[in-house]
């Protein structure tokens, strides 16, 4: 696979179903935000130790799911691309929930605010946990229908009483939306968990 191609040079570039669409397509900056969670994913995972390596593959495996969700974002309705993408929805969003419990269960009880830090590979998690939320923040706009069949936002007034659009419809992205959610959750946990697997204590806010 050839990567110097330059067909982006001119601020253009291909959604997965074939379309051109300008780069600051919202489905673009959608794609972009979870490829951004990825990478902070995969800082997180290199940083663990080899005592954790049952842990990297779990995160290995949601670094997976994720370019899944990519492909969900930047393959249009109707495509015959979507008829080979693997769905993200409750199967994937109860493993999250699963390992939240397990994580959980060797935690202390949280009675105060945290401030994001500690340990290393903790601070990486609570950087995943906020790139996380402005991803999850992205594709709620693409699932609200307030982004167009070309990925325009739309003034409010012309999107009153206007049927959703085809590109992203909701129910596509609802189980993306609550696996994105429950991930959220996770890299909390996670944070936590990193934190007190080194014996180090939950920095708490003082206010």
């Not at 379309?19 to 995972?45: I, Q």
Request: net charge neutral; proline share 5%.
């Amino acid at each position: 696979m050839k990567t110097n191609v330059g067909s982006g040079d001119r601020g253009m570039t291909s959604l997965l179903s074939g379309e051109r669409v300008p780069k600051s397509d919202a489905r673009v900056e959608g794609c972009g935000e979870v490829d951004e969670l990825s990478s902070v994913l995969g800082a997180l995972a290199a940083a663990l130790t080899e005592a954790q390596a049952e842990l990297r593959r779990e995160i290995q495996r949601i670094q997976g799911e994720l370019f899944h969700v990519g492909a969900w974002i930047a393959t249009s309705a109707g495509s015959p691309t979507r008829e080979m993408l693997h769905a993200i929805g409750p199967d994937q969003t109860k493993a999250l929930e699963d390992a939240i419990d397990r994580m959980e269960a060797s935690l202390p009880p949280l009675h105060s605010f945290l401030l994001p830090g500690g340990y290393p590979t903790a601070a990486w998690a609570h950087v995943a946990r906020t790139v996380c939320r402005r991803a999850e923040r992205r594709l709620q706009e693409l699932a609200s229908g307030d982004v167009g069949e070309q990925g325009a936002r739309q003034p409010a007034l012309q999107r009153q009483g206007a049927q959703k659009p085809d590109a992203q419809p909701s129910d596509r992205l609802e189980g993306i939306l609550a696996y994105m959610n429950r991930l959220s959750t996770y890299l909390f946990v996670l944070a936590r968990f990193c934190n007190t697997a080194h014996g180090i204590p939950d920095i708490t806010w003082k206010g």
